[in-house]
């Protein structure tokens, strides 16, 4: 279990990121077919193999500044409406992180909430809207409220997941109102949005790298 990430962990964590985006490269693409382009798994996964080299490069930097660099290397090899947002929510997470040397709660849970609300403003989504923020949102009130009671990483990092999969579920219910999915509205009932799928997948992916047995790593 890991209390804090540190500069030295960031390598681990986006390795393990690239290997689960390219593990779900295909679902992904049958997901976001249903009512989408399906490239979403395409994107994703150059994405996160794009950011994995970034971060290997950047050791010497912040966390803050490698994160942003992360950002900046997503956005140029996944110049998709998905990359951008990804790119823009690593870019304004790190931005906030300013100069902190590690990340436990209180940190991440700042993190999240940038993330967040760049990627709002730059997609323009509202919550049931059926997109990345309605699970973006949960994740960073789930951390914001875990770091006022002090809550240790990975319990933190635990109920925000669980929080996470409850609102991707909850994208069932919703109409999709945004991108190509909102032209098929009524076939959007009942699937899984499959940008809200990728949020779920950065911290489900998050939480494993924080809850494992650091010996393992």
Same mark, same amino acid.
């Given at each position: 279990?890991?209390?804090?990430?540190? +500069?030295?962990?960031?390598?681990?964590?986006?390795?393990?990121?690239?290997?689960?985006?390219?593990?779900?490269?295909?679902?992904?693409? @049958?997901?976001?077919? =249903? %009512?989408?382009?399906?490239?979403?798994?395409?994107?994703?996964? +150059?994405?996160?193999?794009?950011?994995?080299?970034? %971060?290997?490069?950047?050791? &010497?930097?912040?966390?803050?500044?490698?994160?942003?660099?992360?950002?900046?290397?997503?956005? +140029?090899?996944?110049?998709?409406?998905?990359?951008?947002?990804? !790119?823009?929510?690593?870019?304004?997470?790190?931005?906030?992180?300013?100069?902190?040397?590690?990340?436990?709660? $209180?940190?991440?849970?700042?993190?999240?909430? $940038?993330?967040?609300?760049?990627?709002?403003?730059?997609? =323009?989504?509202?919550?049931?809207? =059926?997109?990345?923020?309605?699970?973006?949102?949960?994740?960073?009130?789930?951390?914001?409220?875990?770091? =006022?009671?002090?809550? /240790?990483? /990975?319990? !933190?990092?635990?109920? !925000?997941?669980?929080?996470?999969?409850?609102?991707?579920?909850?994208?069932?219910?919703? %109409?999709?109102?945004?991108?190509?999915?909102?032209?098929?509205? @009524?076939?959007?009932? &009942?699937?899984?949005?499959? &940008?809200?799928?990728? &949020?779920?997948?950065?911290?489900?992916?998050?939480?494993?790298?924080?809850?494992?047995?650091?010996?393992?790593?």
């Amino acid at each position: 279990m890991m209390q804090r990430i540190g +500069k030295t962990d960031l390598a681990g964590l986006f390795e393990r990121l690239r290997d689960v985006f390219a593990q779900q490269r295909a679902f992904l693409i @049958e997901l976001d077919g =249903k %009512v989408g382009d399906s490239d979403l798994g395409i994107t994703m996964n +150059k994405a996160f193999a794009a950011a994995f080299v970034s %971060v290997q490069a950047n050791t &010497g930097d912040s966390i803050g500044k490698t994160l942003q660099l992360a950002g900046m290397a997503i956005a +140029k090899a996944a110049p998709s409406t998905m990359g951008t947002l990804t !790119a823009t929510g690593f870019m304004s997470g790190g931005k906030a992180l300013g100069e902190c040397l590690t990340l436990s709660t $209180a940190e991440w849970s700042v993190f999240w909430r $940038a993330y967040h609300d760049a990627v709002a403003q730059r997609g =323009k989504a509202q919550p049931g809207d =059926k997109t990345v923020v309605d699970v973006l949102g949960p994740i960073a009130a789930s951390l914001e409220s875990s770091a =006022k009671t002090q809550s /240790p990483l /990975p319990d !933190a990092l635990t109920l !925000a997941t669980e929080v996470a999969a409850q609102a991707l579920e909850a994208t069932r219910t919703m %109409v999709a109102q945004h991108g190509k999915a909102a032209c098929f509205q @009524e076939q959007s009932l &009942g699937l899984q949005d499959a &940008g809200a799928t990728v &949020g779920f997948l950065l911290i489900d992916t998050l939480r494993a790298f924080a809850t494992q047995d650091e010996s393992m790593k």
